[in-house]
């Protein structure tokens, strides 16, 4: 059994959460967190996986571009 955390800014509705446990095989537990912010998108952590698609962490990137 795989256990993902799944955190988005806003509560997501189940069907989406279901959507994503299927990308990870049948048999996945997650824990559904809630952090306003990450102002948008999905943090989503495995055991030895984070896929961070958040609009928090986009910023930052875009504000590292240009101090360069």
Do not use: P, W, Y
């Amino acid at each position: 059994i795989m256990s993902i955390e799944i955190t988005t800014a806003r509560k997501m509705e189940d069907q989406v959460i279901s959507e994503i446990k299927k990308v990870f095989g049948k048999e996945t537990e997650s824990v559904e967190k809630v952090d306003e912010d990450l102002l948008g998108g999905v943090v989503i952590k495995t055991e030895d996986v984070i896929l961070d698609a958040s609009v928090k962490t986009q910023l930052n990137k875009l504000k590292q571009t240009f101090k360069a």
